[in-house]
């Protein structure tokens, strides 16, 4: 079996082809980040000129690497939330004309459920991915990290999940971008900032954690406390404009600030997963999201949970068309019943 998976719910026109949600055939991303880069975060009506741009090309790309036409293709998956807007409507509305027009049933799928079936990929025909050994066993404990969600969920099986806690206010990634403009540091904020803490000291700076119920985030005071910690290292108070920072400190400062806004951030998620294995007791953890091909998530999670943990590759955290086919197979697989490809709506607040 064979799925095309399309995603467009941000900045990331994506598409892919995968065989019985395990084996990767293509993965083709063209993303538009250089664009929204001079504005510190995604416009999104940038991001949606930009689908409309290259959609069509990025889709042909996936099936010529995967060697497939729309003969060979068993059915179309497609992101239809959560997201921007004008980005999910391209891809939904895409997605419904080659449905209608090849006579292919037509799959809607949960992004943020999405990025969790990334990690049930284990083969790949492409070069340069590292595959996990082995497909996640149930149950199992995701962790979704990303710039719009910070959740931990159960799953006893293949779409049977429990949500057991979010976050309130930020998500962690958006926590990393608003740091980095703090800092100086170029969007999007997760690279730039893991990459600066690798030259400071995550020790150098005590900033808090949010006290919150069992398994929620919250992530808005650790930015403010950055923010407050930033103006007191250069003498000023908490009415100094924060864009007016990074010129007035010093390089130790931010790699410092940024080391031990990395090590805090990525404990609060840590220590919500450490008691969830505890209570639940998982077979598997398996990371999701953007945020999930952070090196400092890895090495804090390898260091606290007492089981092997198969990390995805790197390329396939990000906003992907392969994790979006994989969960189409799935569903393909337990004979879910496609939607009708002349109604589908898109969802932007869709969530688990």
């Given at each position: 079996m064979k799925i095309l998976g399309i995603e467009t719910s941000c900045d990331e026109t994506a598409a892919a082809v995968v065989e019985d949600g395990s084996r990767l055939l293509s993965n083709n991303v063209a993303s538009s980040m250089d664009l929204h880069a001079p504005y510190g975060g995604v416009v999104p009506e940038i991001a949606a000129r930009s689908h409309i741009e290259v959609i069509l090309p990025v889709i042909n790309a996936a099936l010529k690497t995967a060697g497939c036409t729309f003969r060979d293709i068993d059915g179309i998956a497609v992101t239809y939330g959560a997201g921007l807007s004008g980005s999910l409507l391209i891809g939904v509305l895409t997605a419904r004309t080659l449905a209608i027009i090849n006579n292919k049933p037509l799959y809607a799928i949960n992004h943020v459920e999405g990025h969790v079936y990334a990690n049930f990929l284990t083969e790949s025909s492409l070069p340069g991915y590292q595959m996990p050994r082995s497909a996640p066993n149930f149950p199992m404990l995701a962790i979704i990290v990303s710039g719009g969600h910070s959740q931990l969920v159960l799953f006893e099986n293949h779409f049977n999940y429990k949500l057991l806690g979010q976050t309130q206010d930020d998500a962690i990634g958006e926590a990393f971008d608003k740091v980095a403009k703090i800092l100086g540091l170029p969007y999007p904020g997760g690279p730039a900032v893991a990459k600066a803490a690798k030259l400071g000291d995550s020790t150098a700076y005590i900033l808090p954690k949010a006290k919150m119920s069992k398994?929620?985030?919250?992530?808005?005071?650790?930015?403010?406390?950055?923010?407050?910690?930033?103006?007191?290292?250069?003498?000023?108070?908490?009415?100094?404009?924060?864009?007016?920072?990074?010129?007035?400190?010093?390089?130790?400062?931010?790699?410092?600030?940024?080391?031990?806004?990395?090590?805090?951030?990525?404990?609060?998620?840590?220590?919500?997963?450490?008691?969830?294995?505890?209570?639940?007791?998982?077979?598997?953890?398996?990371?999701?999201?953007?945020?999930?091909?952070?090196?400092?998530?890895?090495?804090?999670?390898?260091?606290?949970?007492?089981?092997?943990?198969?990390?995805?590759?790197?390329?396939?955290?990000?906003?992907?068309?392969?994790?979006?086919?994989?969960?189409?197979?799935?569903?393909?697989?337990?004979?879910?019943?496609?939607?009708?490809?002349?109604?589908?709506?898109?969802?932007?607040?869709?969530?688990?």
């Amino acid at each position: 079996m064979k799925i095309l998976g399309i995603e467009t719910s941000c900045d990331e026109t994506a598409a892919a082809v995968v065989e019985d949600g395990s084996r990767l055939l293509s993965n083709n991303v063209a993303s538009s980040m250089d664009l929204h880069a001079p504005y510190g975060g995604v416009v999104p009506e940038i991001a949606a000129r930009s689908h409309i741009e290259v959609i069509l090309p990025v889709i042909n790309a996936a099936l010529k690497t995967a060697g497939c036409t729309f003969r060979d293709i068993d059915g179309i998956a497609v992101t239809y939330g959560a997201g921007l807007s004008g980005s999910l409507l391209i891809g939904v509305l895409t997605a419904r004309t080659l449905a209608i027009i090849n006579n292919k049933p037509l799959y809607a799928i949960n992004h943020v459920e999405g990025h969790v079936y990334a990690n049930f990929l284990t083969e790949s025909s492409l070069p340069g991915y590292q595959m996990p050994r082995s497909a996640p066993n149930f149950p199992m404990l995701a962790i979704i990290v990303s710039g719009g969600h910070s959740q931990l969920v159960l799953f006893e099986n293949h779409f049977n999940y429990k949500l057991l806690g979010q976050t309130q206010d930020d998500a962690i990634g958006e926590a990393f971008d608003k740091v980095a403009k703090i800092l100086g540091l170029p969007y999007p904020g997760g690279p730039a900032v893991a990459k600066a803490a690798k030259l400071g000291d995550s020790t150098a700076y005590i900033l808090p954690k949010a006290k919150m119920s069992k398994y929620d985030f919250s992530f808005s005071g650790l930015k403010t406390a950055v923010l407050r910690l930033a103006q007191a290292e250069i003498g000023e108070s908490y009415d100094f404009p924060s864009q007016k920072l990074p010129e007035r400190l010093s390089d130790a400062q931010k790699t410092n600030i940024a080391a031990s806004f990395e090590r805090v951030a990525i404990e609060t998620i840590v220590d919500k997963a450490r008691l969830a294995f505890e209570e639940f007791a998982p077979r598997s953890i398996v990371i999701a999201g953007g945020v999930a091909s952070s090196q400092e998530l890895r090495r804090q999670l390898s260091a606290t949970i007492p089981i092997r943990i198969e990390y995805p590759d790197p390329k396939l955290c990000t906003d992907n068309g392969a994790m979006i086919a994989t969960l189409g197979c799935f569903k393909a697989q337990f004979k879910l019943p496609p939607v009708d490809p002349y109604s589908l709506v898109i969802d932007p607040g869709l969530s688990m």
